[in-house]
C-alpha cells in the first residue's frame, strides 16, 4: 500500500502527506485503489487558515458525504486522515530542567566555569563506580580567587562545586545533557522531535540502516523507527559515552571516529545544531549508492556566499532533490531561518523542488503547501535566498502558463471531458498531453476550470499528425491513473442525476465490474462506444425507450433490419449493473430481451443440438476409465465410483447418489450382480421413495462384470479397514465424501448433489475431448461459433444410451427399463418383467460385448501378416486366432498397399455368433488414375 501511495504522490502532490503512520491506521480496511481515491480526495484542496479548521471540514465532508460514506470514511475517521495527511503536530518546547541541574549550572557560571567542564566533571562521577573528589577539589583551586578562605585544604568554592557535582551524578544523562545545552533559546526539540521525524519516517522501511547525526537527548528518546539498523553520530565524546551507559542497546559513535566507519547507511538525518553544517554532513559519506539525506540546517548554509555546503555534496554525489522552508515560529536557536533539505544519490533530475511550511497562531500546527515550485538547479549558486527563489519561480510559472496555449476538451462522453494540448515538432512527430479536471458544480460560477484531479500523462501520445493524437485520447480514459480519479468525480458531481447519465458514461464507471463478469466482452462494448458514431453512447440510461435503442444501433450498423443479438447481450449487462449499483430503478429493455433471444437463438439451438457431441469416443471412454482406477489408490472418499456407475449402469446422478450398499445385490445362481432403484435424492439432500416419480423408476439395474468386482474390492477395503459389518454397512450410501464419516455410520449424509454435478464435469474433462468449433447462422443473419463437442447436457445418459442400443442390441423394451424410461408397448409395460434374475443375467452378458474390453488390461499384440489367396475372382483367407480374453476379441485388418482398395466387400464371419459385411468403395481419382 505504501508503495502505491508513495508513486501516486511523486506524480501529484509530493510530500503532501505529514504522517505516514496515522493516515494508514486511519483509513478503512479496503484496497489499494479505493485507499488512493480517498488521498486523491483529500488532496483536492490545500487546507485554509489553519485557525479555521473545524469549520472547514464540516463544510468540505458535507460536500461530498455520500462518496466518503460508500468508502466506509464517517466524520471523525475523515479529519483524522485529513490531519494525517496535512499537518504535524509541533510540541511544546519549553522544559526546565531540575532544581539540583540549575543549581549545578548556576555553580559553575559563578566560578566562570564553561559547561564543558560542567559535563566532563559529570561524566567523570557518573562513569565511575569510585569517587574522585581529589581531582575536581584540585580543578577548583586551580580557579579560585585570592579572596576564597580554605577550610581545611579546600576553599569554600571547591566544597560548593563537588556538593553541586555529588547532587547531580545519580540523574539521567539525558536530563543533565538537556539541562546543560538545550535552553530556551537554542532549543528545537519540539519541531525535531514531532515533524521533522514524521518527515523522516516515510522514508524509512524495515529493511532500511539509519543514520542520525547530532540527535537532542529528546530525539533519542522519541525516536521509534522499524529498521534493520539504527545508529547516531554524536558530535563530543564525553557525551557519547554518556548516552552509550544510558541506552547500552544503542549504537553510539563520535563525529572524529567516521572515517573507520563502513559506508552501509541507506537512509541519513542530520540536525545541524551549534556545529558547523559541513563539518555535520561529513556523515553522509557513510552512505550507500542509493543512499537518502533528510536535514535540518540553517537556510544560510545552502544560500550563503561562503557555503560550502554544496560542494561537498557534488563531491559525495548528492543531488539536492527537496527543500522545504520551516517558519521561524517553531525554532529558537540562531540563525532562525531554517529549512528541511533532501538530498538524494538517485536524483537525477535538473531541478529542485520547493515546498513552503506554515503553521497555525499557536504554533502548535505544521503544514506543507500543496503549491510546488520547480527551481533551476543553477539558481542555488545565485546567492539567493529562498524567499527569492520562490518569487522568481512563480513569476516565471506564471509567465510561463500566459504563453502556454489553452488545453483544448476532448468530449469522450457527455458528461466526461478530458483536457489535452498539443506540441508539434518533437523530433518530427506531434505529441500530446493529456489530463482530467474535476466537473465544475453549478454553485461554482465564478470560477472558470475545476481542479486538476489526475497526473498528466504523455505516454502513448506521441504521432504522425494532430489527428492521429487525438484518435488516441480514446484509449487514455482507460488508463489505470485515471478510471478510479474520473469514476469518484463523476458519481460526487451527478450523485443526485444519476438515471440522466449517457450510457457511455455509465458503461465507463460500471466496467471494472464489468470485467469480472464472464459473459462480458469488452471489445463489442468498445465497438459500441468508441467509434466516431456516438448514437448509442448518448442515449439516457433512465429514460431511453427499446424503439430508440434500435435506431441508435441502427445507425452504428450497417443492416439496420438484423441487428445482432451479442450488442443487445452487452447492453443488457451495462443495464443490470447499473440496476445493481442503483443507477437507475427499472430496466427498460427488461420486457423486449427476451423475445430478441427467442428470436435470434431458434436456429443456431436447432442446429447446435442436432450436431453436438453425444457419444464418447473409445479412447476418450478409456481415458475417463483409466482415471477413475487410478483414483482407486488415492482416493480418500468414494466419489470416483459415481463416474464408473453414471458411465455403465446409472446416468441419473441423483439415484446414484441415493444408492446404499444394501441396494448392491447378486443375482441368485448366477454370481452376477445388480443395483436397486428405490430411491433418489431431493433437493432438500434427503431420501425419496422413487415410487412417488414413476412405477418404471422402482427397477434393477444390472452390473457389468468388471464393475461389480470394483465395488466389491471397494465394500471389503471399508470392511477391513474400519472393521465394519455387512449389517452396519448397509445403511451407509455407496457414494460418500469421505472415509472418516464411516466412524458414524448412524449419521451419514448422502453426498451433495453440487458436488457430484461438479465431479462429473472433472470425468468428463478426463477424455481431452478436442474442441469442433462451427459458425451456426440464424435468421437474422448473426454468426455464433459454437463448439460442438463442448459438454451439453448429460454426456453420460447419451453415450450409455447409444452403447446399449448399438453396440450390445439391448431391445427397445430393455433399453427403456434400464434408463428408468416408460415402456414403449404394451407387453413390456404388463407382461415382462425384466428383474427375473435369467433376464438380468442375459441383459449383462450382452453388456460384456461393450465393457469387456475392461475386464483385463489393453494388450499390444504384434500384428500378423498374411497374404490373400485368389479364388473365383475374389480374395478369400480363412485365419484361425485365440482372443486375449474368454469373453472378449478384437480384430484390426489393414491393407499392406493400395492394391486392396478397390471396390468390393469384406465379409467377417465369426464362431461367436458376429457377422459384419464392409463396403468398400475406391476413390473416384484414384480409379481414374488406375
Request: glycine share 4%; with cysteine.
Amino acid at each position: 500500500m505504501l508503495r502505491n501511495y508513495q508513486a501516486y504522490l511523486d506524480r501529484y502532490a509530493p510530500d503532501a502527506v505529514a504522517d505516514w503512520a496515522s493516515l494508514q491506521a486511519n483509513l478503512p480496511d479496503t484496497r489499494d485503489s479505493t485507499a488512493l481515491i480517498i488521498l486523491a480526495l483529500l488532496l483536492e484542496d490545500a487546507p485554509p487558515s489553519l485557525d479555521t479548521l473545524s469549520d472547514y471540514w464540516r463544510e468540505r465532508y458535507t460536500a461530498k458525504a455520500s462518496i466518503y460514506r460508500k468508502y466506509r470514511l464517517d466524520y471523525d475517521r475523515y479529519t483524522a486522515c485529513w490531519r494525517s495527511v496535512y499537518l504535524s503536530p509541533v510540541a511544546d518546547s519549553d522544559h526546565r530542567p531540575s532544581r539540583s541541574i540549575r543549581n549545578a549550572i548556576r555553580v559553575y557560571h559563578d566560578l566562570y566555569l564553561p559547561m564543558t567542564d560542567l559535563l566532563h566533571d559529570y561524566a567523570q562521577l557518573y562513569l565511575s563506580d569510585d569517587a574522585v573528589p581529589h581531582k575536581i577539589a584540585t580543578r577548583g583551586n586551580r580557579r579560585r580567587t585570592h579572596t576564597d578562605t580554605p577550610e581545611g585544604g579546600k576553599s569554600n568554592h571547591d566544597i560548593e562545586l563537588e556538593a553541586a557535582l555529588h547532587a547531580i551524578a545519580l540523574k539521567r544523562p539525558t536530563d543533565v545533557i538537556r539541562g546543560f545545552f538545550y535552553t530556551n533559546t537554542r532549543n528545537d526539540v519540539g519541531f525535531e522531535c514531532t515533524a521533522l521525524i514524521q518527515q523522516f519516517s516515510s522514508m524509512v522501511d524495515s529493511s532500511c540502516r539509519v543514520l542520525i547525526v547530532n540527535p537532542s537527548p529528546d530525539m533519542i528518546l522519541h525516536m521509534r523507527l522499524s529498521c534493520a539498523e539504527l545508529c547516531f553520530v554524536i558530535p563530543n565524546a564525553a557525551i557519547a559515552n554518556l548516552y552509550q551507559r544510558e541506552f547500552p542497546h544503542l549504537t553510539f559513535i563520535y563525529l572524529d571516529s567516521l572515517i573507520t566507519h563502513p559506508n552501509r547507511y541507506d537512509r541519513l538525518l542530520v540536525v545541524a545544531r551549534d556545529l558547523p553544517t559541513a563539518k555535520l554532513m561529513a556523515a553522509c559519506q557513510l552512505g550507500t549508492p542509493t543512499a537518502q539525506v533528510l536535514a535540518l540546517i540553517p537556510e544560510v548554509s545552502l544560500t550563503g556566499c561562503d557555503s560550502q555546503l554544496q560542494g561537498f555534496l557534488d563531491t559525495a554525489n548528492y543531488r539536492i532533490r527537496k527543500i522545504i522552508t520551516v517558519p521561524t515560529a517553531l525554532t529558537q536557536s540562531k540563525p532562525r531561518k531554517k529549512i528541511i533539505l533532501l538530498a538524494d544519490r538517485c536524483w537525477q533530475e535538473d531541478h529542485v523542488q520547493l515546498l513552503c511550511g506554515r503553521t497555525d497562531s499557536n504554533n502548535t500546527l505544521f503544514a506543507i503547501e500543496k503549491q510546488l515550485h520547480h527551481i533551476p538547479r543553477d539558481w542555488l549558486h545565485r546567492n539567493m535566498t529562498i524567499a527569492n527563489l520562490k518569487a522568481v519561480a512563480s513569476a516565471r510559472n506564471e509567465q510561463k502558463s500566459r504563453q502556454q496555449e489553452e488545453a483544448r476538451i476532448y468530449w469522450f462522453s457527455p458528461e466526461i471531458a478530458l483536457r489535452y494540448t498539443l506540441q508539434s515538432n518533437r523530433k518530427n512527430r506531434v505529441a500530446g498531453k493529456v489530463y482530467y479536471r474535476a466537473i465544475l458544480r453549478p454553485s461554482d460560477k465564478r470560477r472558470k476550470h475545476g481542479d486538476r484531479l489526475s497526473p498528466i500523462i504523455e505516454k502513448g501520445l506521441r504521432k504522425r499528425t494532430a489527428s492521429e493524437v487525438v484518435t488516441a485520447i480514446e484509449d487514455v480514459a482507460f488508463d489505470d491513473r485515471l478510471v478510479d480519479v474520473i469514476t469518484a468525480d463523476v458519481l460526487d458531481r451527478y450523485k443526485d442525476q444519476l438515471p440522466e447519465m449517457s450510457l457511455k458514461t455509465a458503461w465507463y464507471c460500471l466496467r471494472q465490474q464489468l470485467l469480472t463478469q464472464h459473459t462480458y466482452q469488452d471489445h463489442i462494448a468498445r465497438e459500441l462506444f468508441c467509434g466516431t458514431e456516438q448514437a448509442v453512447s448518448k442515449l439516457i440510461i433512465g429514460n431511453s425507450k427499446p424503439e430508440e435503442y434500435r435506431q441508435a444501433l441502427g445507425v452504428l450498423l450497417p443492416s439496420k433490419e438484423h441487428i445482432p443479438l451479442k450488442y443487445w447481450e452487452q447492453i443488457n449487462l451495462i443495464l443490470n449493473a447499473a440496476k445493481s449499483r442503483q443507477y437507475i430503478i427499472y430496466h427498460p429493455l427488461s420486457d423486449y430481451l427476451p423475445a430478441i433471444r427467442t428470436q435470434a437463438s431458434k436456429r443456431q439451438r436447432e442446429v447446435r443440438n442436432a450436431l453436438t457431441k453425444k457419444t464418447l469416443e473409445d479412447d476418450e471412454e478409456r481415458r475417463i476409465v483409466d482415471y477413475l482406477r487410478s483414483r482407486m489408490v488415492a482416493a480418500e472418499d468414494g466419489l470416483w465410483l459415481l463416474g464408473l456407475i453414471a458411465m455403465f449402469v446409472l446416468p441419473n446422478v441423483r439415484e446414484v447418489l441415493a444408492l446404499r450398499w444394501m441396494d448392491f445385490v447378486g443375482i441368485a445362481n448366477y454370481g452376477t450382480y445388480q443395483l436397486q432403484i428405490v430411491n433418489y435424492l431431493g433437493n432438500d439432500g434427503a431420501l425419496k421413495p422413487t415410487i412417488d416419480r414413476s412405477l418404471r423408476s422402482y427397477r434393477c439395474c444390472p452390473v457389468p462384470e468388471f464393475l461389480a468386482s470394483i465395488i466389491l474390492d471397494y465394500k471389503q477395503h471399508l470392511m477391513t479397514t474400519y472393521r465394519l459389518t455387512d449389517d452396519q454397512l448397509a445403511i451407509c450410501p455407496i457414494i460418500i465424501e469421505r472415509h472418516a464419516l464411516l466412524k458414524r455410520t448412524a449419521h451419514i449424509k448422502p453426498c451433495s448433489l453440487k458436488l457430484a454435478t461438479t465431479k462429473c464435469r472433472e470425468y468428463i474433462q478426463q477424455a481431452e475431448i478436442a474442441n469442433n468449433e462451427i459458425p451456426l447462422p440464424s435468421d437474422t443473419g448473426e454468426v455464433m461459433t459454437s463448439d460442438l463437442n463442448q459438454y451439453h447436457g448429460n454426456l453420460f445418459y447419451t453415450n450409455l444410451k447409444y452403447h446399449l442400443r448399438h453396440v450390445c442390441g439391448f431391445s427397445e423394451s430393455e433399453l427403456c427399463y434400464v434408463l428408468g424410461l416408460a415402456a414403449p408397448d404394451t407387453c413390456a409395460a404388463h407382461y415382462c418383467d425384466y428383474g427375473y434374475p435369467a433376464l438380468q443375467q442375459r441383459m449383462i452378458k450382452k453388456m460384456q460385448r461393450w465393457t469387456g474390453r475392461y475386464l483385463m488390461p489393453q494388450q499390444n499384440i504384434p500384428p500378423s501378416h498374411y497374404n490373400l489367396e485368389q479364388a473365383e475372382g475374389a480374395y478369400r483367407k480363412t485365419i484361425t486366432t485365440q482372443p486375449t480374453h474368454t469373453k472378449c476379441i478384437n480384430i484390426s485388418i489393414t491393407p499392406a498397399d493400395n492394391a486392396y482398395l478397390g471396390q468390393g466387400q469384406l465379409s467377417l464371419s465369426s464362431q461367436y455368433g458376429v457377422n459384419a459385411i464392409i463396403a468398400c468403395i475406391a476413390d473416384k481419382e484414384d480409379t481414374k488414375n488406375e
